[in-house]
Structures are given as C-alpha cells and as structure tokens.
C-alpha cells in the first residue's frame, strides 16, 4: 500500500497516442467510407447491387446471382450497412461532441453534418425504417426511425448546417482544414455550402410525388438559399483517389475481372434515346470483340440471365479497365496505362440541372426554364466525361444532333409527363455510374423504362416485377429486436418487395 501512486490515469495513457478525437482527420475517413472507395466495398456494395438494380451494368459471371435479385447478407453488410454505421454515423456524432466542446471546430463539423446527411440519405432510400437518432453511440438495441421522420431532420440538418457555414466562413478562429483532410473540396466551404443547398433540392424532389406541399417548400428554399446551388462542373462533389492503377479507383479496379458487363438496358438507351449513338458510349464501354475499326459494336446483356442463357451471349461490351479514366479505340496506339485524375462521384452540376429542370417542369419559383435546364445537364455531363482526355480520345461532332433529335430533341414531347421521362432519363445517363441515386431515381418516377429481370430468384418478388429495396442484414435482425418490428415500413415490415416512404408505385 505504501508504494502504490494516485498516477495511474496519467501512467495508462499512451504519450504517442491521440486522446481526443479531431474532426479534421475524421472527415477524409468518412468520405471514403460514405464513397465506397475501397475496392471490396464497391464490389459487394454498388457493384453487385444499385449499378445492377440501376441496370447499367449486367452481370456476366454465372457465379453472381444478384443480377437476379438473390440477397448476400454479407456483401450488404459490408457493402451498405457497416460502411454507413461503423464509419460515416459513428465518427459524425463523434465529431459533434468533439465541435460542442470545442467550437472553433465548427465549421468542418459542418461540412461532416452536410455529408453525413447525404450517406443518411442513402442508406434510408435502400433500406426504408432505419436506426438512426439511436445508431451510432455503441447501441446494438437502437430504435427504428420512420423513412419521413428522417427526411425531415435530413433538411433541419442541412440548412442549419448551411446557415453556420454562411456564417462562419470567413472566421479566422476556426480551424482549417489542412491538405489532404478534405477530400472533396479541399476545404473551400463555399462550395461546401453549395452542395448542402443542392443535397437540399435532390432530397426535396424525392418527396415529389409523396407530399408535394412539402417537396415544393424545401426546393424553393434550396433554389434561394443564400451561398447558392452548384453552377457548374467546378463544383463538383466527387472523393478524391490517392492511389492509381490497382490501387485507385474502384471500378477501375474490379472492372477487369470480367464480371460485369453493359447491360442491355444501357445499350438501348445510348443507341436509340437519339438518332445518333450517345457520345459518352466510347468513353464508358469498349467494343465488342468482333468489332472492326470500320465497324465498332456496343452490345449488352439482360439482366439476370442463368448461367445457361449467359453462354449464349459470348460477344459483349465490358465496362472499360480505364473507364471514366480514359478513352480507347482498336488503332489506339497510346499508353494503356494512361490515367488521369477522376474522383468517385457523390453528386455534380449536371444532376442539379435535371433538378432544376423538374422543379421548373413543376412551376416551383427560382427553377428557370424547364428546356434550358435540360439541355444545359446533357452539355454539363458530357463536358464533365470528356475533361482531362486528349481530344483524339472523343468527338464533338454529334453533340448537338444527339441533343436535337430524337426522343432526346424537347420538341418531341409536349406533355409534362412526356418532358418528365425525358428529365428522368438524361438524368439517369448522367448520374452512371452512381447506381444508388439512379435505382433511387427510378423507383420514385418509373423512369427510364428498364426491363424485368430474365429470372428474379428471390421468392417475394413475383416474376416480371422489380426489387423495392434491400432488407435488414441478417446481424441486424439477430441483434436488434426492433428490426422485426412489423409496424415498420408503413406497417409492412421488411422485405425486398416492400416499398419505401416515398415510393409511390409508378412502377411494377
């Protein structure tokens, strides 16, 4: 007893150890992890998931079946639901106590709420009912929130977020971030208040159909919020990748596994939406391998072929090794290796013209002019695919026919429902290859029109209908009481053919 020392709390830390935690090494975490940077987690996640659901890809190893709807507990939950609540919620409430404590923090908190948001979004819009005011504090048993209850705190969470940012911005109090810690923006919190306004619209649209009263009141504050929306391809919010070649960019990296390939609803909208092939069709799929130089061939397959149907469909179009990193042609004689800086999409100016499109379509103030919305997303995304690649690597030449022709050419349609499946589809063009958004995208409007499955292998589906949304994860309904609950999901509990809150049946 005489020997002992009231040192202990001091003699038990670690000298070379952080003992607080610091916002600004969190945030680059949390956007990797909110962006399924790591290769294994864009597999099991996107890939073998939304890109499928999206039917932008289709899958052609006969070894995967999700194609056809069957559910792999462990790729959702390392894929979608470990990477938002073991990393993004945990490290976000982590990084509030940290800023209420230290308010100098405040503004990339700030920026870590406006992101957080945008992964809290996306993990509702795939599973419905999630555990949310009670998740992320070490809660196994946490409580179930209503799909409605969260979008409303997602807007209270983006303006307030906005409005500190508005306020703050110039504070030389506050810490910075420095190099490196933010990996989107780099800390310019002006366009960091431009996204929260744009995540603003996206979500306000989401309601669209389900409460439009509400959908309208959001949009137009969006669209006059002070700090503005993005107003243009420099303000795109995409993560940014240190590594290259294997260790880079995700699609990049598993794409030449040969797993996946175009798929057939791909390939019908880049040939026939227009009376000339979409422009972006060489800078996102290669040719088939009976192509000639005088004679390139794009081709996809349907979604959720057996393995029998695949062997049948030998000459496909694979999503490109280099995809959305560089161009290739058969007398390409350039580095194949050529690579060039692309970051992981999160959201960018082309999908906030298709915003402004819709809301303008729908009479809401501030949107503009529906046609001129419309046409500025098309011009914005094929800049955006095109910048940083040699101009030998595309052509310019069908831009404006491809834009005036058509089922894409305004003029074609002249009802608001017809100009709405045109918005929509653009849209999803655009938004490739962010499966999340654009199967989140037609499961609110119905469009683009993609095609049933060949075989959907899950029993709650009935054949010729689409999946709804992911159900829990096997752990979550071992460990949590509440995810059982039947009162869930608008009393209808979970399941793949279950619909989510604002999911309003415009498709089967």
């Known amino acids: 007893m005489t020997a002992c020392t009231g040192d202990f709390d001091e003699m038990n830390q670690n000298p070379n150890a952080i003992t607080s935690p610091n916002p600004s090494y969190m945030m680059p975490y949390i956007q990797e992890y909110g962006a399924h940077i790591a290769s294994w987690e864009f597999q099991v996640g996107p890939n073998l998931h939304c890109n499928l659901y999206a039917q932008y890809f289709a899958n052609s190893a006969s070894y ?11 790729w959702v939950t390392d894929g979608y639901w470990n990477s938002y609540y073991v990393t993004v919620l945990t490290q976000a409430k982590s990084a509030k106590t940290v800023a209420d404590e230290d308010p100098s923090y405040s503004n990339i908190y700030q920026c870590i709420r406006i992101f957080t948001a945008r992964c809290t979004a996306q993990t509702t819009d795939l599973f419905g009912d999630i555990p949310y005011t009670e998740a992320g504090i070490g809660n196994a048993d946490a409580k179930y929130d209503s799909q409605e209850s969260i979008y409303n705190d997602l807007f209270k969470e983006l303006t307030e977020a906005v409005e500190l940012l508005n306020a703050k911005k110039d504070d030389i109090t506050q810490v910075p971030f420095l190099n490196n810690q933010d990996l989107i923006f780099n800390g310019d919190l002006s366009k960091w208040i431009k996204f929260g306004n744009s995540l603003r619209l996206r979500y306000a649209m989401r309601l669209a159909y389900k409460d439009p009263a509400k959908a309208k009141k ?28 294997a260790n880079g960019w995700p699609l990049f990296q598993i794409s030449g596994w040969g797993e996946f390939c175009m798929s057939k609803t791909m390939e019908n909208i880049l040939k026939n939406s227009s009376t000339v092939l979409d422009p972006r069709t060489s800078l996102w799929f290669g040719h088939t391998d009976t192509s000639t130089a005088a004679n390139p061939v794009y081709a996809g397959v349907p979604n959720g072929l057996s393995a029998a149907a695949l062997s049948g469909y030998p000459d496909r179009s694979s999503t490109r090794r280099y995809q959305n990193c560089t161009a290739w042609n058969l007398a390409d004689t350039k580095p194949s290796n050529f690579l060039i800086g692309k970051r992981q999409k999160v959201m960018e100016y082309s999908e906030v013209c298709f915003l402004k499109a819709e809301a303008a379509l729908r009479g809401w103030a501030g949107a503009g002019d529906a046609k001129s919305n419309y046409i500025a997303g098309i011009k914005a995304s ?30 074609a349609e002249s009802s608001e429902e017809g100009h709405m499946k045109q918005i929509i589809t653009q849209k999803w063009i655009a938004l490739y290859p962010d499966g999340e958004e654009a199967w989140t995208e037609f499961r609110r409007t119905g469009y683009p029109a993609l095609m049933p499955v060949a075989q959907s292998l899950e029993p709650s589906l009935p054949q010729g209908t689409f999946i709804k949304k992911l159900r829990y994860t096997d752990d979550e309904l071992r460990e949590n009481s509440n995810a059982t609950d039947g009162s869930l999901n608008q009393g209808k509990g979970d399941g793949m053919n279950v619909r989510v809150w604002w999911d309003t049946n415009r498709y089967n």
């Not at 995967?64 to 462990?74: G, K, Q, R």
């Not at 959001?218 to 070649?245: F, H, R, W």
């Not at 030449?397 to 089922?407: E, I, P, Q, V």
């Open 218 to 245: 959001e949009a137009e504050a969006a669209l006059s919020a002070p700090g503005g929306l993005m107003t243009s391809n420099d303000d795109n919010a995409g993560v940014y990748i240190s590594g290259k070649g």
């Open 382 to 411: 094929f800049d955006y695919e095109r910048a940083g690649l040699d101009a030998s690597y595309y052509t310019t030449a069908d831009d404006d026919t491809y834009m005036t022709t058509g089922s894409v050419a305004w003029d």
């Open 64 to 74: 995967f079946n999700s194609d056809s709807y069957t559910y792999n507990s462990a």
